[in-house]
């Protein structure tokens, strides 16, 4: 019995994981897309812009290399770190609305 319940702990913990994962990664889609517009790419330029955002998010652990990255690009633009960050927060915000 104890077993059971260990393995359905760590089956939980592996889902709970996978789904973070992928909040994450809509996240940092929704991110790039949003960058991506204010900083006037169109078409192939901005699937590419997205891949960069998906990459450098494998830099560090945590958020700080997604939030760096974007807002690296966005100087010169409204948008400092604190507004990158706020952004960043509302997506993920949507993105898990979305999956309840």
Known sequence: MLDERE???EAKYAHDQELQFKLIAKRNKLLALWAAALLGKEG?????Y???V???D?????????????????????YDEKE??????????????EEE
């Open 50 to 52: 997205v891949l960069e």
């Open 54 to 56: 998906i990459k450098s």
């Open 84 to 97: 990158v960050r706020k952004k960043m927060d509302a997506f993920l915000s949507d993105v898990m609305n």
């Open 44 to 48: 192939d330029a901005v699937d590419a």
């Open 58 to 78: 494998f830099e560090e652990t945590g958020d700080d290399d997604v939030m760096r990255k974007v807002a690296t690009d966005l100087v010169g633009t409204e």
């Open 7 to 9: 393995n359905a702990f």
